[in-house]
């Protein structure tokens, strides 16, 4: 039997787990403006704490669809913890408040759509392909900027921007 406090952690790439939730409109009526706040201010520190873990990102998304009103994306190396977060965010306005309409979970990784170096290389014009000083300092760029490529695909540093587009695949 496996310990379930072992961290779950990828050999390479990063968890990343989109919530989508319906807010019960009845049941937040139900609670008092003094809960009400108290579930705000739960909520908010909620997302500090998780936006203060190291490695670890967490979007809040306002939903612009009848299927849900609130989202979150969260991005982590540890699968276990991904998911007590989750269970603490679909909690935190209260019990029975959010209800889930849509999760996604995937793995962040490596294109497999990435240029090599000799077909970048033919891209070249004749005068940089066959001058090797030149070749070299041409394929040292294209190297540096693969990696950082690489880097941003496996470990995404995601902005927090107002309006977001997501497309499952």
């Given at each position: ?30 609670l ?73 979970l ?11 170096e ?30 950082h ?21």
């Amino acid at each position: 039997m496996t310990d379930k406090n072992t961290a779950l952690v990828p050999e390479e790439g990063w968890h990343c787990l989109h919530l989508f939730y319906r807010i019960e409109h009845g049941q937040w009526q139900l609670l008092s403006c003094e809960e009400q706040n108290a579930a705000k201010t739960n909520l908010s520190s909620l997302v500090q704490e998780v936006r203060a873990m190291e490695s670890t990102q967490l979007l809040t998304l306002g939903m612009v669809t009848p299927k849900a009103d609130i989202g979150f994306m969260l991005i982590m190396p540890d699968l276990h913890n991904a998911s007590r977060i989750e269970k603490r965010l679909s909690l935190s306005l209260g019990a029975d408040v959010l209800t889930p309409v849509y999760s996604y979970l995937s793995l962040t990784e490596e294109s497999e759509y990435i240029t090599t170096e000799e077909e970048y290389a033919q891209t070249l014009e004749a005068s940089v392909r066959n001058d090797p000083a030149k070749l070299g300092e041409a394929l040292t760029t294209f190297r540096e900027r693969v990696k950082h490529y690489r880097q941003e695909r496996v470990y995404p540093t995601v902005p927090d921007w107002p309006v977001v587009c997501f497309y499952n695949m």
